[in-house]
């Protein structure tokens, strides 16, 4: 997974970058913001029970980053409002 194109935080401008989480026994990343912690919910590997879907480690990572730039990109708008 590439991160290098993650765009800067939507709050304070800070590097963003990919975290790897451990909850519960289950492996999970979000991208954060290395100056103010802002953050992307976490998105969990393993199986969702809701719709029995697989995630694997590079399904829950291009989420997480997808996540960041859509909400990046809302954000610039909504400040140009």
Known sequence: MKTNKLFS?????????????????????????TKCHCSTNLIATGINILNNEEITTEVAQNRAVSLWQKRTKQSIIQKRC
């Open 9 to 33: 935080c939507p709050f304070c401008g800070g590097q963003a970058e990919l975290k790897q989480v451990n909850v519960y026994g289950r492996c999970g990343y979000r991208v954060t913001c």
